[in-house]
Structure formats: structure tokens, C-alpha cells
């Protein structure tokens, strides 16, 4: 079972939550909180498989929770999947930066819900390409500093490409098309940046790669 927690200030949009979580046939919600110390507390305690985090709560915001539960220097990060009403937002790009493994609008089907929960549950990240190309981008490409450029001198330059690739929102099946190598050789790859790179998945990858300037933000 991949045990839940929900953290939502909103009580019809936490009730909805908690409904289709404990409908699914693998997923339990252990746990609620209406802000976001309340959500760092809970999370302690109950030590969930993923955290559904709002950003805009009282007593502490979403961010500065995520930033608790799965910021650098964490010995062991949360999980945590970031559901926000907006869609280009700075909010967001923090989250992202402070730790969360992938975010969703709030007005996403549940099916695409249910489906990041499991995906986050299982290691990966959870990234639209609308985010990388617009979010991350815009924000990244704006508060970085010069000084990180020198982390990617560690990359081969075919890892280079396939980091390319993934701040470009693809999917290892759609690199490995683009690249014209296997899927199992981009997860290899995938692997090995990470590793390299010393972030944890995907997404803090991604935002690595706009913060060094590897890529571009498209306007």
C-alpha cells in the first residue's frame, strides 16, 4: 500500500483528495493537515510513502514545509508531490527547488493524480514538459548564479545531451527515440547524471540544468 498523506487548507478540496486516495486498491491516507507546520509534524510522525502538498497554507506555506521535509542536507527526503491552483508561478519553482519530486494543477483529472502519487511512490519525478519549458525555465534562467556552471564539467558529452533532453520535458522512451539508442541505455544515462550531479531526480536535474545556463528558457 502507498501510504498518504494530504496536506490541504481548502476542506472540500482535502475531503476529494482523501476520497480518491482511499479508493484506489494500493493507496491509504494516513494522515491530514490544514498547514503546513501541521504538515511537517505529521509527516515525522507517520513517515508517509508520499506527501500531497498545497503551497498557499497558514502558519508555514507549502514551500517552507517542502523545504523541512526534503531540502538539501535532509538525511532522509520526503517524498513530496506539490498540487497548486497555478500554473506559471514563482511559488512553484521554489517548491521544486526546495525539494518536491513533481507538481500538478489542481484542476488535473484524478486519474492524473492517482498516477503521479504511484509515480512519485516508485522513485521517479513528476514533470509536464509545459513546466520545464516555462516555469523552470523563466525562474531558473533568472536567479542563477554564474558560480554553478562548473557542476556539469563532470557530464560526458553524450550525458550532456540526454540532460538536454530531459530539461526539453521528454520521457527516457522519447530520448531514446531522439537519440536513436535503447530506453534501458537512457535510464543508464539518466542514472549516472543524477549520480554525477548529486540531486536526487528529475526534476532538481532539471532545474540544475536551466540555473547553469545548459539550457534556455524559450520564450
Not at 62 to 82: E, F, M, S, W
Request: glycine letters at 6%; charged letters at 25%; a negative charge.
Amino acid at each position: 500500500m502507498i501510504r498518504v498523506l494530504v496536506c490541504e487548507d481548502q476542506a472540500l478540496v482535502r475531503a476529494g483528495y482523501v476520497t480518491i486516495f482511499n479508493a484506489q486498491p494500493d493507496m491509504e491516507v494516513v494522515g491530514e493537515a490544514t498547514d503546513g507546520r501541521a504538515a511537517v509534524e505529521a509527516a515525522r510522525r507517520l513517515n508517509p510513502d508520499v506527501i500531497v502538498m498545497d503551497i498557499r497554507m497558514p502558519v508555514v506555506d507549502g514551500i517552507q514545509a517542502t523545504r523541512d521535509l526534503a531540502g538539501p542536507g535532509t538525511p532522509t527526503p520526503a517524498k513530496i508531490l506539490v498540487v497548486t491552483t497555478f500554473n506559471v508561478d514563482e511559488y512553484v519553482y521554489e517548491a521544486l527547488r526546495a525539494g518536491a519530486s513533481g507538481f500538478l494543477l489542481k484542476d488535473a483529472h484524478p486519474a492524473e493524480l492517482v498516477n503521479g502519487v504511484r509515480t512519485i511512490a516508485a522513485g521517479d519525478s513528476l514533470l509536464a514538459p509545459a513546466v520545464t519549458r516555462t516555469l523552470i525555465g523563466h525562474y531558473a534562467e533568472r536567479l542563477r548564479p554564474p558560480a554553478e556552471s562548473g557542476v556539469l564539467d563532470a557530464l560526458t558529452p553524450r550525458e550532456l545531451e540526454v540532460l538536454k533532453q530531459i530539461a526539453g520535458g521528454l520521457s527516457n522512451a522519447e530520448i531514446a527515440a531522439e537519440l536513436c539508442i535503447t530506453p534501458e541505455t537512457v535510464k543508464t544515462y539518466v542514472s549516472r547524471i543524477l549520480t554525477k550531479l548529486d540531486v536526487r531526480d528529475r526534476v532538481q536535474a532539471v532545474v540544475l540544468a536551466y540555473r547553469t545556463g545548459l539550457v534556455e528558457a524559450r520564450r
